[in-house]
């Protein structure tokens, strides 16, 4: 997780423009809508990895860099990077663009945790074919 890094990471997971709802007083987007944009990005990703169900179980090493305006465009950028019998570690970084006149910044990066689950919540295996699939791009880097 460079600093110099100019372009995101990943793959493109979830989009979606700041509405006036999600300021706090002085304007800026709360941290925590951000975040929860970056668990949906995440989810997604890796709900269609695992085939099924999965839930958010830790957040780490969280670094808010600029903040975001009300009509910013973020995207999120997810990244699997490492797969276990039950649970995937993902990069989630968020870039945000406001319009076409400046480039795109990034907002924020975490990496995130989640565990695939059956329809009870308890902890299932992740399909072999989904990690041989991972490790086969994984050996191509």
Known sequence: MSESLSKPEGTLSLQTIAMPADTNWSGDVFGGWIVS???LAGAIHAERFS???CATISINQMTFLVPVK???VISCYTKILK???TSIQMQIEVWDSHDDSRLPKRVTEGVFTFVAVDAQGAKRQIPEQSKQRFLAQVSQV
């Open 70 to 72: 009300v009509g910013d």
């Open 37 to 39: 944009q970056m668990d």
């Open 51 to 53: 085939k099924g169900r």
């Open 83 to 85: 797969v276990g019998n």
